[in-house]
Every structure is written in C-alpha cells, then in structure tokens.
Nanobody, 124 residues
Framework: QVQLVESGGGSVQAGGSLRLTCAAS?????????MGWFRQAPGKEREAVAR???????TYADSVKGRFTISQDNARNTLYLQMNSLKPEDTAMYYC?????????????????WGQGTQVTVSS
C-alpha cells in the first residue's frame, strides 16, 4: 500500500521561495519506482513539473528549469521540491505522484498513486 502526503504549500509573493514535501510510505521503499511533482491550475491540464527516478536522475519542465529542484532522501521516503524565484504563473495545486517503474514518463496517465495536493499561490 502506497500513501503520499504533500505539505509545504502556501501563499508567497513573486520572487519568493517555498519547499514542498511529499511523505511516502509503503512498498515504494523496496521497489523500482519514480516520483514526481505535478501541478494543475484552474482550467488547465495537469502537467509534470519535475520527476526523479531511482538512480536520482531528474527531469524538469522548461518553465521551471533553474528555479525548481527536486530531491529525495537516502531512504526515498521523502520527496522535496524546492521552488525559488516563484512567479505568478507557478500558482497551482501541486501533487506528488509515484509510478512503480525504473523510468519516469512525463504523462500523468502513467502514475498510479497520487497525494491529495498542496496549494501554491504566488502573488505579484
């Protein structure tokens, strides 16, 4: 049983920073997997923000490269998203998701487990 719980969202002014945390539990810790952060703004499709595989290889959306950093602890029980230089267009509900795979596809359709989401609001 895999459970994902996001936290760390909030309201921040443009240029500010937030760190999102995803606490994971279950068989995820003993299996091949990838984890990722996704976001969805009202009226828009859910999109991949950053993904990281078991080997620690990270992939970022072009819109967040150089500003966001995805990381995980050594036990792979916690996933982070450090968000710097936030922009109003970063405003969205952010979700943590995982897939039991050794690769991390971009499409949200491949991910089997999702957290409840945490809201990030960036004001100008």
């Amino acid at each position: 049983q895999v459970q994902l719980v996001e936290s760390g969202g909030g309201s921040v002014q443009a240029g500010g920073s937030l760190r999102l945390t995803c606490a994971a539990s279950g068989y995820l810790y003993r299996s091949w997997y990838c984890m990722g952060w996704f976001r969805q703004a009202p009226g828009k499709e859910r999109e991949a923000v950053a993904r990281i595989d078991r080997a620690g290889r990270a992939t970022y959306a072009d819109s967040v490269k150089g500003r966001f950093t995805i990381s995980q602890d050594n036990a792979r029980n916690t996933l982070y998203l450090q968000m710097n230089s936030l922009k109003p267009e970063d405003t969205a509900m952010y979700y943590c998701a995982t897939l039991q795979s050794d690769t991390c596809p971009e499409s949200v359709q491949f991910y089997n487990y999702w957290g409840q989401g945490t809201q990030v609001t960036v004001s100008s």
